[in-house]
């Protein structure tokens, strides 16, 4: 016996992801990834070849840290729904434009890594 995967517009809408906990609105997401693409290249400009004290490393490492959850939050609401339904074209634009945005601006914070390995240990 073969039973097929049920479609999501199937599913009891308590048994979805509630991305909205996320971002309120489709709006609120691009709003937020725009937000985001501002910030990284921010953080880039602040801290990229002026990791030169304990103090900017602490706060390049708090920044980064805010980034990374602004960025957990935009990827999880841009996936999370495509997931279930792969067949959905406007949530696997909305997908892709997060991993467009994501590829553009990695590099961006692909310094802080190299330059805090290459910190002397005599702060």
């Given at each position: 016996?073969?039973?097929a995967?049920?479609?999501?517009?199937?599913i009891?809408?308590?048994?979805?992801?509630?991305?909205?906990?996320?971002?309120?609105?489709?709006?609120?997401?691009?709003?937020?990834?725009?937000?985001?693409?501002?910030?990284?290249?921010?953080?880039?400009?602040?801290?990229?070849?002026?990791?030169?004290?304990?103090?900017?490393?602490?706060?390049?490492?708090?920044?980064?840290?805010?980034?990374?959850?602004?960025?957990?939050?935009?990827?999880?609401?841009?996936?999370?729904?495509?997931?279930?339904?792969?067949?959905?074209?406007?949530?696997?634009?909305?997908?892709?434009?997060?991993?467009?945005?994501?590829?553009?601006?990695?590099?961006?914070?692909?310094?802080?890594?190299?330059?805090?390995?290459?910190?002397?240990?005599?702060?």
């Amino acid at each position: 016996m073969t039973s097929a995967m049920p479609k999501r517009q199937d599913i009891d809408v308590q048994e979805t992801w509630d991305t909205s906990l996320i971002y309120p609105s489709d709006q609120a997401f691009q709003t937020a990834l725009s937000d985001y693409k501002t910030r990284v290249k921010a953080f880039e400009a602040n801290y990229k070849g002026k990791l030169s004290t304990v103090d900017l490393i602490i706060a390049a490492l708090k920044e980064y840290e805010a980034i990374l959850a602004v960025q957990s939050n935009l990827s999880h609401y841009a996936f999370l729904n495509l997931d279930v339904d792969k067949m959905n074209t406007k949530l696997a634009t909305i997908a892709n434009q997060f991993e467009n945005v994501h590829a553009e601006v990695y590099p961006s914070l692909a310094f802080l890594s190299t330059e805090l390995g290459l910190q002397e240990l005599n702060f």
